[in-house]
């Protein structure tokens, strides 16, 4: 009970219902888009709220079927099959509570944050490019490219009239209304969330006007609701089935762990215990899987809706998953009502808001390089698939930051002529060739050519006391130039400091 008075009421009760409201038509969208039934979504949204929510991590984060993992999913129904879904949330939320007891929920913050946003602008415009087919009730084609390249013929029977118009309007309109619905008046906006007044409106649209336009199929909790199939363990236990896997464990970790830094940035409250949050999503993963139920991130939508309506406990988000469940046990016949092409408006609408427009635009004035790794990553994700696009950017920014980091200067300078000398080679002025910075296999090309183009007739000074890293490639090449150069040249070379031992 003293628990229970501690909770602020007037903040988080409000706040909960907001969330609920907001998480409603997410959660349908993204399960009819991942090509399972609507429940599965709020199935993942209850677990969200009721278990996850409850646990140690973060306190106002929000978890629930997320935008981010739709396209994986979707691809992972069709090859493995609907029943395979269960097995892989399930292997996926194990991983998290290993990585957890592991305590690795704080490396996630040693991404590139140009990766992530260029894995999140990926996912969103494959999203978009989906959404468009469902948009004019038309079946969207496997990969990004052949969405792309069927786009042309989409606008076309879109103009000419042999797309369905009726669902192309009642889309086009939900997607006007999303658009606009942050330009109403304050109170009004913040009254109803936007994708539940759009979808809303296009439900009863469609049912004042009986228009003929595909709808939601509505199913009970328990009809949908089923066990992990175990003939799916066969189909997975290969090298394509394990990297899903992975997929679904590092995206989903990723996402939830980026939320959470940027809900932290939103708020005075107690801070996210990273290993603690990447362990209470393996359980609520784990459970989802056990059920069936689509895979959970915390997603940052709900959670800044979350911080903005004035929670200030773990309440309102425990109570949001108690409203989904209690729509879905009294309502469930009100889903059928909503319009598919609604769905695939929302859905549009929040791919879009995961392509960082304004963040593109500064990197491209500020940070060229960031740029093209976001870039990359977002166009691999498009044309591969969700994992090897992630390795792509992952690895085009390592190459990048060890270009950056492998910086080396070279100086050669010509030094005067020892005052008094009488011997030939020492009348002659001595070339010093100084080496600062990092010498890696990265800059040796330029490093040889500098050293190869010295004179073999004048003295060469060294000096490579300036590097703050040499490596072994390095090691062995200077080592090596030096043999070749004393047994060439006529002059005398000095090394300070002597170059180590080459093992």
């Known amino acids: 009970m003293a628990v229970l008075r501690a909770v602020p009421w007037r903040y988080d009760l409000p706040a909960s ?60 129904v069709q090859e493995y099959g609907a029943g395979a879904l269960g097995v892989l949330v399930l292997l996926t939320g194990l991983l998290q509570l290993a990585m957890g007891a592991l305590r690795l929920g704080r490396w996630f913050r040693a991404m590139s944050a140009s990766v992530v946003h260029g894995m999140l602008a990926g996912i969103g415009l494959t999203l978009v490019l989906g959404q468009l087919y469902a948009l004019a009730d ?33 889309g086009a309109a939900t997607l006007l209304v999303l658009v606009a619905w942050k330009y109403l008046p304050p109170r009004l906006a913040r009254a109803v969330p936007g994708p539940l007044a759009a979808v809303g409106l296009a439900a009863a649209v469609t049912a004042l006007f009986d228009l003929p336009v595909a709808r939601v199929e509505v199913a009970g909790l328990l009809d949908v609701v089923q066990l992990p199939d175990r003939a799916a363990l066969g189909a997975l236990a290969t090298t394509a089935g394990a990297g899903t896997v992975l997929a679904f464990t590092l995206i989903a970790s990723a996402e939830t762990l980026f939320s959470a830094a940027a809900v932290d940035r939103m708020h005075h409250g107690p801070r996210t215990d990273y290993d603690r949050e990447l362990t209470a999503q393996g359980i609520g993963n784990t459970l989802c899987g056990l059920l069936g139920a689509l ?30 469940l209690l729509f879905t046990a009294l309502l469930p016949g009100a889903l059928g009502l909503v319009p598919l092409t609604a769905l695939a408006a929302v859905l549009v609408h929040a791919g879009a808001k995961l392509v960082p427009v304004r963040r593109i635009a500064a990197l491209c004035r500020e940070h060229r390089g960031e740029a093209a790794v976001l870039a990359v990553t977002a166009v691999s994700v498009i044309t591969t698939d969700l994992f090897e696009g992630v390795l792509i950017g992952i690895g085009l920014a390592v190459a990048k930051s060890a270009w950056q980091t492998s910086h080396l200067q070279i100086g050669v300078e010509e030094r005067p002529a020892a005052p008094g000398a009488e011997e030939a080679p020492l009348r002659v002025a001595p070339l010093r060739v100084r080496l600062s910075g990092n010498a890696t296999f990265l800059r040796l090309p330029r490093l040889l050519d500098t050293l190869e183009r010295l004179p073999a007739d004048r003295p060469v000074e060294l000096d490579w006391s300036g590097l703050r890293h040499l490596d072994h490639a390095c090691t062995v090449a200077l080592t090596t130039w030096a043999a070749q150069h004393r047994a060439r040249s006529t002059a005398p070379l000095a090394v300070d400091p002597p170059l180590p031992t080459v093992v």
Not at 151 to 166: F, K, S
Not at 303 to 324: F, I, P
């Open 295 to 324: 895979p959970m991130t915390a997603v940052i939508v709900r959670s800044a809706t979350n911080v903005q309506s004035g929670a200030r406990t773990k309440a309102s988000r425990v109570l949001h998953g108690g409203w989904l």
């Open 17 to 76: 219902l907001v969330v609920f409201l907001v998480a409603l038509p997410l959660c349908v969208g993204v399960a009819v888009a991942s090509g399972v039934p609507a429940e599965l979504g709020l199935v993942t949204g209850i677990v969200g709220g009721l278990l996850v929510g409850a646990l140690p991590g973060s306190s106002l984060q929000v978890s629930g079927p997320a935008a981010g993992l739709t396209v994986l999913v979707h691809e992972a």
């Open 138 to 170: 038309r079946r969207a084609p496997g990969t990004g490219p052949e969405k792309i390249a069927g786009l042309p013929a989409l606008l076309r029977d879109a103009v000419t009239g042999a797309a369905d118009r009726g669902a192309l309007a009642l």
